[in-house]
């Protein structure tokens, strides 16, 4: 079955960095895009950024172009994202996501919280 496991989450100031990840299992990842979506409480979902399967296109939500960097390793079944310039309205839950076979699957989520 598909499993996403991220990690990677903790508390940071402003303009400070983190990196996520996620560990994929359950599926051939290398053949499926990836993303990272984010929830801050009381708000919708909202996607983040996207990569495609070789991990030669990469697009992002206006929100977080330029700061975030999305990128994969094939070989170790796992998705990244790069967060720099981390701003208070970035705090949220942090979840991976694939569409397989007409359905999404989403991870447990990682809590990134950016305050002083």
């Known amino acids: 079955q598909v499993q996403l496991v991220e990690s990677g989450g903790d508390l940071v100031q402003p303009g400070g960095s983190l990196r996520l990840s996620c560990a994929a299992s359950?599926?051939?990842?290398?053949?499926?895009?990836m993303s990272w979506y984010r929830q801050a409480p009381d708000k919708e979902r909202e996607l983040v950024a996207t990569?495609?399967?070789?991990?030669?296109?990469?697009d992002y939500a206006d929100s977080v172009k330029g700061r975030f960097t999305i990128s994969r390793d094939n070989a170790k079944n796992t998705v990244y994202l790069q967060m720099n310039s981390l701003k208070a309205e970035d705090t949220a839950v942090y979840s991976c996501?694939?569409?397989?076979?007409?359905?999404?699957?989403w991870g447990q989520g990682t809590q990134v919280t950016v305050s002083s």
């Open positions: 990569i495609t399967p070789g991990g030669g296109g990469r």
């Open positions: 996501h694939v569409r397989r076979r007409e359905i999404d699957y």
């Open positions: 359950g599926f051939p990842f290398s053949n499926y895009f």
